[in-house]
């Protein structure tokens, strides 16, 4: 069963003024804030998702052209058919004027496709797939947190120059897995490096002995993790057990949020490099959003996702105001013409394939004698420009891209 809540506060009883000229559908722009609630991404998005989205909406002040902003929630369980179905519903019978979030890229490329038809604006922090900006891309679509290629260019490449030379995968059997692989195995061949083989798992699963096995046997340097939340975690936790790191092998955490760090420990994840688009102690900004984000999540700060949520949708609202109206088309131009600037993204811009440019970071976890206190587990190695980080803009197949 879905879940579905709605967040109203006081403006959105219409206590404020129309604005005079202000053209917004149903007299209320509403986000449907739309992810995994309670399987193996709940961490990284779920309700610290939803939290986000309602801080955003309360630091705008609660409306925009005088009329109300709402929220609402719901669950797509990581299933396509489900994500699609409330999708549908949301836009079709609930008056949905944005969707939010949607972490597991098989459910983003659904609702990519949904909102490209009904003309709607998606608003991507969770999903990974580079070819949602691709061959995927749409005219409303934002992916604007991080990609796949953004992920495979930071870690794969970092591991190489330090002599990780040769690759076996142990891959997410999806969407975001396959295109997470596909990215990292290039950026090795392209810093010199070798791909052995790969071997692929179910989404969601819990004995990784058999896979870990095979990527041992390969002999590769490096063992890259070509999956995500609860199952990164599994497959770190376990191949710990089997001694893999131990005799010699590395292993390569592709999509390795805070979250999972907190979940496996320091001195289980200790030494692990990742590229992140935020952490929550870089700067007196990002520690005042992540202590107010902390208080009302009983002491987690924000993964990067969740503080992705609250920026593309102070932006979204920003060019709502700017436009003087929610029509989609115009909203998405309005986006793109403003550069992006808050507590995580320092004069960001959008491309015509959706994808925000802005910087990213290589960070390498802490020894456990290293950190100070809860959370306070990266190092900060290098800042990966922007104009670094992602897939250059004429390698997409983008169909919305010039020739």
Not at 230 to 257: H, M, P, R
Request: proline residues 3%.
């Amino acid at each position: 069963m879905r879940t579905m809540g709605l967040m109203t506060g006081l403006a959105a009883f219409g206590l404020l003024a129309g604005t005079a000229n202000a053209q917004l559908s149903g007299d209320v722009v509403r986000l449907g804030v739309l992810n995994d609630q309670s399987g193996l991404y709940a961490d990284i998005g779920g309700q610290g998702s939803v939290t986000a989205a309602r801080m955003a909406v309360e630091d705008f002040g609660g409306t925009v052209l005088g009329k109300p902003i709402e929220i609402v929630f719901a669950d797509h369980q990581n299933k396509p058919d489900v994500g699609s179905n409330i999708t549908r519903q949301w836009i079709d019978q609930d008056g949905v004027d944005v969707i939010v979030d949607v972490p597991t890229s098989s459910v983003a490329l659904a609702v990519q496709a949904i909102t490209k038809e009904k003309e709607r604006i998606f608003l991507m922090s969770g999903p990974a797939s580079s070819d949602l900006t691709g061959k995927a891309c749409s005219p409303f679509g934002f992916q604007w947190t991080y990609d796949t290629y953004a992920l495979a260019n930071g870690t794969g490449g970092a591991m190489v120059k330090q002599g990780g030379d040769t690759w076996y995968f142990l891959t997410s059997d999806y969407a975001f897995g396959h295109a997470l692989e596909r990215d990292t195995s290039a950026a090795v061949k392209e810093a010199g490096g070798k791909v052995l083989g790969a071997v692929r798992h179910p989404l969601n699963n819990s004995d990784f002995s058999s896979f870990l096995l095979q990527a041992q046997g390969s002999g590769a340097k490096v063992i890259g993790l070509a999956n995500a939340g609860g199952d990164t975690i599994n497959s770190i936790k376990q191949a710990s057990e089997f001694g893999i790191t131990q005799s010699g092998q590395s292993l390569a955490g592709l999509l390795v949020f805070i979250s999972d760090v907190h979940s496996l420990g320091l001195k289980t994840s200790q030494g692990l490099v990742i590229t992140t688009a935020f952490y929550w102690d870089q700067n007196d900004e990002t520690r005042a959003f992540s202590k107010r984000f902390a208080e009302k999540m009983g002491g987690r700060v924000p993964s990067m996702t969740q503080a992705g949520v609250y920026s593309e949708i102070a932006h979204y609202l920003k060019a709502v105001k700017a436009a003087g109206t929610d029509d989609a088309k115009k909203v998405a131009d309005q986006m793109r013409s403003m550069p992006i600037n808050d507590f995580m993204t320092k004069d960001g811009k959008i491309r015509e394939d959706g994808r925000i440019i802005r910087d990213m970071y290589l960070v390498q976890v802490k020894k456990p004698e290293e950190s100070k206190g809860p959370f306070d587990y990266y190092n900060i190695l290098r800042t990966i420009p922007g104009e670094q980080a992602y897939r250059p803009l004429d390698k997409g197949d983008c169909p919305l891209v010039k020739k």
